[in-house]
């Protein structure tokens, strides 16, 4: 059963356009949430987070957006660049769970293609 | 810098043979992750650690096994080697989720791994 949900396996857009990336969950006890973005043969890296206490927080071009009520999260990239092509992945946690650790919970990715 | 290291970068292995992944960290994280990533899947926790001499698994941990004798060294041992296990294997790192920081994992550059 699959908790983190990226619905879109790839997304192609303009350079100077806007990239928006879409991201469902259907665990209500996710109370953090983060993008990672990865290139080929490299490991991810952290991009940007999101707490839930928050609607928006926004980071240069980067701005993420949670909808609670509808459990989805949207990353926006404005305005898109080449070298923003990668692939991007959605993740949750409980953070709040009382534990001295915590573990993401990914989605499958999606393929950010921005061309010239 | 070096973050989180992860060797070797590439490995072929025989059916039934076995192999340990190695993973360092030099940013003094309590906190250590092994990851596989499947073709067009997210990223599947094999086994976490939170401190030297305490491991955990995590949803996949079958087939492998790890040990944390110092916070620095986080290796996953397969014993018998089968094609299933064929994947992307990603290392990581994290702080304590009490530290002030963004929750993000640091993530070694990966290990290839193909059973055959």
């Known amino acids: 059963d699959q908790q983190v949900k990226q619905n879109s396996p790839s997304l192609s857009v303009q350079e100077g356009r806007i990239s928006i990336l879409n991201c469902d969950y259907t665990n209500s006890m996710f109370d953090y949430f983060l993008w990672y973005k990865k290139y080929p043969a490299e490991g991810p890296t952290f991009l940007i987070s999101i707490s839930s206490i928050k609607d928006k927080n926004e980071d240069g071009r980067f701005t993420v957006f949670l909808n609670k009520s509808a459990k989805h999260l949207s990353l926006h990239i404005v305005p898109s660049q080449p070298g923003d092509s990668a692939v991007y992945f959605c993740?949750?946690?409980?953070?709040?769970?009382?534990?001295?650790?915590?573990?993401?919970?990914f989605g499958k990715g999606t393929l950010l293609t921005v061309n010239p | 810098n070096a973050g989180v290291t992860q060797t070797p970068k590439f490995r072929i292995l025989k059916i039934g043979q076995s192999m340990t992944l190695q993973c360092t960290q030099d940013m003094n994280h309590n906190y250590m992750y092994w990851y596989r990533q499947d073709p067009g899947m997210g990223l599947k926790l094999i086994y976490y650690?939170?401190?030297?001499?305490?491991?955990d698994k995590g949803e996949v941990p079958n087939g492998y096994n790890v040990s944390r004798s110092t916070t620095e060294d986080f290796p996953l041992r397969l014993e018998l080697a089968a094609p299933s296990q064929t994947s992307v294997y990603f290392c990581?790192?994290?702080?304590?989720?009490?530290?002030?920081?963004?929750?993000?994992?640091?993530f070694g550059s990966g290990t290839r791994l193909t059973v055959v």
């Open positions: 990581a790192g994290s702080p304590p989720r009490n530290s002030g920081a963004n929750y993000g994992y640091t």
């Open positions: 650690s939170v401190g030297a001499g305490i491991t």
């Open positions: 993740a949750a946690t409980i953070k709040n769970s009382g534990g001295s650790n915590y573990k993401l919970t």
